[in-house]
């Protein structure tokens, strides 16, 4: 039995541990701040970091709820959309996209994405617009903008609002033809984001928060995710209990000012991944879209081959090096789904990517020796 050779030292797809271990004597004087308050809803720490997230998106409203879920959800809500009204949704996203129209009533109309940058076809939006179209979601898969130049077209011509799911593509900014570069989440009439503690800006816990230009709709939205009141015990709409923890809050403030330089970390490794894989024949690197920044939430390879991509991944998880699959089944192929009457065959870029793509380990923390290694177990699989 041959021996197999081990990473330098353990390779995680994410070390939250080790980055909050280097955060932990603030992390914890934030905790007992909290703890010493008691003020454990809507304490002060709530809008401080609506205020500190608003600036570092260029001076968007933020309004802070209780996961990126319900961010979709209060989204579609405060669009006051009729019943049945048609959301169209890249059929290659996770299913909270498709979820929060699910739950309210509304239609998901799928349409298929690009091939090399995973992100939302425009030229599909258009096809499947209707006189019933409620609404665009644009996903930022990955990191990456979907092409916002092509969707805010679409939407201002057609009068269709556009929502941008953003709760992988913090940070991440856009760069139009007419010079303008605005962030991620904050150029369609809504964006939402989650602090799912994976994410690029993760909490120690669930929560999220919608992205707006608008002052009267994030007033909406304010009032839309506590309960459709903006007086205690008045309230004006249906709404929600979503609020972000005071707790949450705190601990996102200390995280917050770590995300520039994360971020540069992010697209250092992906730049090294770049540099040693685009040369290698059977897999392709991931698509830039030159006008928009990649904050590289995932860093995903897709195999010419997809019937040696689950060889692959075994073969990097017997060298220790952990991979994911974002996302093996297409939102339509969901047992949930089968009532929007989608057939196998539909959406075939989405569907080969599923079986195409591998996400690779990529966080601030990654040593260059530790993706040494893995570049070397890959090569070594291509026989490159
Ligand atoms: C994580 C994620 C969500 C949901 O966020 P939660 O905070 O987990 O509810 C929605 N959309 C996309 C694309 C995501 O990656």
Redesign the pocket.
């Known amino acids: 039995m041959s021996v197999l050779p081990v990473p330098p030292s353990p390779i995680l797809l994410l070390d939250l541990a080790a980055e909050h271990a280097l955060l932990q004597p603030t992390l914890g004087e934030a905790l007992r701040e909290v703890l010493d308050l008691a003020a454990f809803i809507q304490g002060p720490a709530v809008g401080q970091f609506a205020t500190e997230l608003g600036e570092y998106l260029g001076g968007a409203h933020v309004v802070p709820c209780a996961?990126?879920?319900?961010a979709?959800t209060l989204a579609l809500m405060s669009l006051e959309l009729p019943a049945g009204a048609e959301i169209i949704i890249p059929a290659f996203?996770?299913v909270?996209?498709l979820e929060a129209a699910a739950l309210l009533g509304l239609r998901p109309v799928l349409v298929d994405v690009r091939p090399d940058t995973f992100n939302i076809d425009p030229a599909a939006v258009e096809a499947a617009l209707t006189p019933r179209t409620g609404a665009i979601i644009a996903?930022h898969?990955f990191g990456q903008c979907a092409d916002l130049e092509a969707l805010r077209t679409i939407s201002t011509r057609h009068g269709v609002a556009l929502i941008e799911?953003n709760?992988?593509a913090i940070g991440a900014t856009f760069r139009f033809t007419n010079g303008e570069t605005s962030f991620a989440g904050t150029v369609g009439s809504v964006g939402?984001t989650?602090?799912?503690p994976s994410?690029n800006l993760g909490g120690l816990g669930?929560?999220?928060a919608l992205l707006t230009h608008d002052q009267a709709r994030a007033a909406l939205l304010r009032q839309l995710a506590n309960h459709g009141q903006s007086q205690k015990y008045h309230h004006q709409r249906i709404g929600l209990n979503s609020r972000l923890d005071t707790l949450q809050a705190a601990l996102l403030r200390v995280k917050l000012p770590q995300l520039p330089h994360n971020t540069a970390a992010r697209q250092a490794v992906a730049a090294r991944y770049d540099a040693a894989l685009a040369a290698v024949p059977g897999l392709a690197i991931p698509a830039r879209d030159p006008r928009s920044s990649h904050v590289f939430h995932q860093y995903t390879i897709q195999l010419a081959e997809t019937s040696r991509r689950d060889d692959l991944q075994n073969h990097l998880r017997r060298l220790g090096v952990p991979t994911m699959i974002y996302y093996p089944l297409p939102v339509h192929a969901q047992p949930a789904y089968a009532y929007l009457g989608y057939r196998p065959g539909q959406f075939p870029v989405a569907e080969r990517l599923c079986d195409a793509v591998l996400s690779l380990p990529i966080h601030p923390l990654l040593t260059e020796e530790q993706q040494e290694y893995i570049i070397g177990g890959i090569s070594a699989f291509f026989g490159s």
């Open positions: 996961n990126g879920t319900d979709l996203t996770y909270a996209t996903v898969l799911d709760a992988q939402t989650s602090f799912f994410k669930d929560g999220g």
